[in-house]
T-cell receptor, first 112, second 113 residues
Framework: NAGVTQTPKFQVLKTGQSMTLQCAQDMNHEYMSWYRQDPGMGLRLIHYSVGAGITDQGEVPNGYNVSRSTTEDFPLRLLSAAPSQTSVYFCASNTLGRETQYFGPGTRLLVL | GDSVTQMEGPVTLSEEAFLTINCTYT??????LFWYVQYPGEGLQLLLKATKADDKGSNKGFEATYRKETTSFHLEKGSVQVSDSAVYFC????????????FGTGTSLTVIP
């Protein structure tokens, strides 16, 4: 199993550009989520999904969109990048219930 | 609501020293508790977990006991190594949080030879 994979590993954007961060998992997990990690703030939940076709907002959803058309994939879209979105983004997945969450390696995003 | 509070860092220890990183939680349901570790430039990896009161999770010499009476899940290791240098996160998921995880802010550990 590849586990949770994320692409790209690193990206530089200009303010106002859009992009999609890719996330895929091969463990047939129902639950997937996106976090951003900023210094001194731990992990903050952006969006999550409990299954294909079902998504919901987390703590910091503004400026981001998600969709879940398959169990495996959960892309995160930045609509119009802002410097405040400079961060490290992690995708994670787990089975429903109080089970271990598995993380991808992260995408480092720099918005100029 | 549910939350996790963990010890502020950074923590610097000499090799072979004893490590404790404190973690307390607030949960309205029945939580499972986790410690994750993040090495530089990598994602979070599960270190250990406990799913009910009095359970002890252990891995790689690290231990943590689920204490319901003190709502705590402190991480301990008897003798740290340079390779343990990383950021450690305490986390919970509860029957009342609908699979949503709550993470502490992380504690950075540096072990010097």
């Amino acid at each position: 199993n590849a586990g949770v994979t994320q692409t790209p590993k690193f990206q530089v954007l200009k303010t106002g550009q859009s992009m999609t961060l890719q996330c895929a998992q091969d463990m047939n997990h129902e639950y997937m989520s996106w976090y951003r990690q900023d210094p001194g703030m731990g992990l903050r939940l952006i969006h999550y999904s409990v299954g294909a076709g079902i998504t919901d907002q987390g703590e910091v959803p503004n400026g981001y969109n998600v969709s879940r058309s398959t169990t495996e994939d959960f892309p995160l879209r930045l609509l119009s990048a802002a410097p405040s979105q400079t961060s490290v983004y992690f995708c994670a997945s787990n089975t429903l219930g109080r089970e271990t969450q598995y993380f991808g390696p992260g995408t480092r995003l720099l918005v100029l | 609501g549910d939350s996790v509070t963990q010890m502020e860092g950074p923590v610097t220890l000499s090799e072979e020293a004893f490590l404790t990183i404190n973690c307390t939680y607030t949960a309205t349901g029945y939580p499972s508790l986790f410690w994750y570790v993040q090495y530089p430039g990598e994602g979070l990896q599960l270190l250990l977990k406990a799913t009910k009161a009095d359970d002890k999770g252990s891995n790689k010499g690290f231990e943590a006991t689920y204490r319901k009476e003190t709502t705590s899940f402190h991480l301990e290791k008897g003798s740290v190594q340079v390779s343990d240098s990383a950021v450690y996160f305490c986390a919970l998921v509860s029957t009342n949080t609908g699979n949503q995880f709550y993470f502490g802010t992380g504690t950075s550990l540096t072990v010097i030879p």
